[in-house]
């Protein structure tokens, strides 16, 4: 499996922009690329919900409702990262977001989008909107 590490939450104001970032670690870099990629986040007193995903190959996004046209979800291969760009952000999106990783096959809906599927998490990063 595939350690994660995220990165890049913060506290910002409705409206502003955070870009997240999610890293395998030193020991597990070299099998990252082959794995789908995805966000969730996990409000207070709600379920884990998710947010976006990516294939393996980076061709294939799926985006919840809620973040389309909002979100980018994208492969860094230089970095060997998958970047979640978070643009007007709303209080609403206040969460700590994980990313996950599996080797998921065949069309990235609905296996990516449920986290049952994903065997590998982050510790997490807190992304917190005021108002």
């Known amino acids: 499996q595939v350690q994660l590490v995220e990165s890049g939450g913060g506290l910002v104001q409705a409206g502003a922009s955070l870009r997240l970032s999610c890293a395998p670690s030193?020991?597990?870099?070299?099998?990252?690329?082959?794995?789908?990629i995805g966000w969730f986040r996990q409000a207070p007193g709600k379920e884990r919900e998710f947010v976006a995903t990516?294939?393996?190959?980076?061709?294939?996004?799926y985006y919840a409702d809620s973040v389309l046209h909002r979100f980018t979800i994208s492969r860094d291969k230089s970095k060997n990262t998958v970047d979640l760009q978070m643009n007007s952000l709303k209080p609403e999106d206040t969460a700590v977001y994980y990313c996950?990783?599996?080797?998921?096959?065949?069309?990235?809906?609905?296996?990516?989008?449920?986290?049952?599927?994903?065997?590998?998490w982050g510790q997490g990063t807190q992304v917190t909107v005021s108002s």
């Open positions: 996950a990783a599996d080797h998921i096959v065949g069309p990235l809906v609905p296996k990516a989008t449920l986290h049952d599927n994903y065997h590998s």
């Open positions: 990516i294939s393996w190959s980076g061709v294939d996004t």
């Open positions: 030193e020991s597990t870099k070299h099998t990252f690329i082959t794995y789908t």
